[in-house]
Structures are given as C-alpha cells and as structure tokens.
C-alpha cells in the first residue's frame, strides 16, 4: 500500500482534504525543519473584507526546529480571535449552525504542539465529512522522491503552481455577491457553505501531480 505524504494543516485547503479522500494511507510529516508561511499555521477564509489569514502565533522557533516540536504561543488571546472571525464570516452561510459548536470546541483546547492542534482540527472535520482518515505522523523526514511516497508536500501557498494544479467546480460562497469565487479555500468554506454535500464536493476536485 502506498503511503501519501503530506504537511500538517490548520484547517487544511480543501485540495488537501480532497487528497485525502483518495489516499489509501496518510502520513503527515513531522520531521522537517518548519517552514515559515505555509499552511502549517495558516488557514485562509472568506469574510466580508475578502480572502482573510487566520494565522496560529508560534512561540520559540528556530531555523531548524523540527515541525513536531514547533508550540503554540499563549502570549495573545488568538484562538478568541480566530474564532470571532470565523463566526463573523460565516454566520450566514446555510450549514453553519449545523457545525459551528463542534468547531468552536477547538479554540478551548489546550494544546501546546500546533501538531496536536492541527490534528485535533482535523478529527473535528472527520466527524463532520463522516469519514475516518487513516492518518499517522511520520516516524523519520522523509527525502524528496521517496519511491514509497506520493508527495503532496507541494500543497503550499508559496508554490505558485499550485492553483493551475487543481480543478474545482465553484460553489456559492458566501459574500458571492461582493467577491469573484476563490478556489481552494480553508475546509471551514466548504463545510458551512455545502455542509453534507462537501464530501461529493471534494472528491470531484482533482490535484495534477
């Protein structure tokens, strides 16, 4: 069984969770030196101003500091902000009340390892697709061209790429009226603007490697 390789997420783009969905085995890698700007602590939403980063503040990290170890800072009251933003911008979308408390359990977690978080984040959207990820962190760093692997490392928002790699048929989004649809947002778009249809929603998107 081939493994699909794949960088932790905050509420991954929902490339990733279309990934997902077709991936026999999940590893989500662990053992990197963090990167900066990446989706690793950044989810991108719509609200009423546009797209919108809602980005986790680390604390202590150094150039080479592995993922797994990279913490999550307590200096600032973040997590009450990410979650007013999501609120405010979804509030009127049709699947929101269906999913916003299993969503706003998050930001009362108590995590100190944005690895934790971010799997944490993942579970909750799990329950909501109903589908159980087979989703493991990797044991060593895994090189480039690995045979055993199919990487998707390369979902990042700095690979400029990225968007002419992925077909997406447009759902209506919210503030579709003051914005032009904007692909392969955060998980959180679909869900509260498709809710049970997400799923189907997903898996026709197609990432060309």
Do not use: C
Not at 5 to 32: D, G, N, R
Not at 163 to 174: A, D, G, K, R, S
Not at 176 to 185: C, E, G, I, R, T
Request: net charge neutral.
């Amino acid at each position: 069984m081939k493994k699909t390789l794949f960088p932790t997420a905050y509420f991954a783009p929902s490339i990733q969770y279309s990934a997902y969905l077709k991936s026999e085995k999940i590893e989500i890698e662990i053992h990197e030196h963090f990167p900066k700007q990446t989706f690793r602590n950044r989810a991108y939403i719509m609200t009423a101003n546009g797209v919108f980063t809602l980005s986790i503040p680390l604390s202590g990290r150094k150039n080479h500091t592995l993922t797994k170890d990279i913490k999550i800072s307590t200096e600032e009251d973040w997590k009450k902000l990410h979650w007013k933003t999501i609120e405010n911008a979804y509030q009127r979308s049709p699947f929101f009340e269906f999913y916003d408390t299993k969503i706003e359990k998050l930001y009362h977690s108590k995590h100190q390892f944005l690895i934790d978080f971010n799997q944490e984040a993942e579970s909750i959207i799990a329950d909501i697709l109903k589908v159980d990820f087979d989703s493991n962190f990797t044991k060593d760093f895994v090189p480039v061209d690995n045979s055993n692997y199919t990487d998707l490392r390369l979902i990042n928002p700095k690979n400029k790429d990225l968007p002419l790699m992925i077909t997406e048929n447009p759902y209506l989004q919210v503030f579709a009226d003051k914005f032009p649809y904007s692909p392969n947002l955060s998980i959180l778009d679909v869900i509260f603007n498709l809710g049970p249809e997400s799923t189907s929603h997903l898996k026709q998107m197609a990432l060309t490697v």
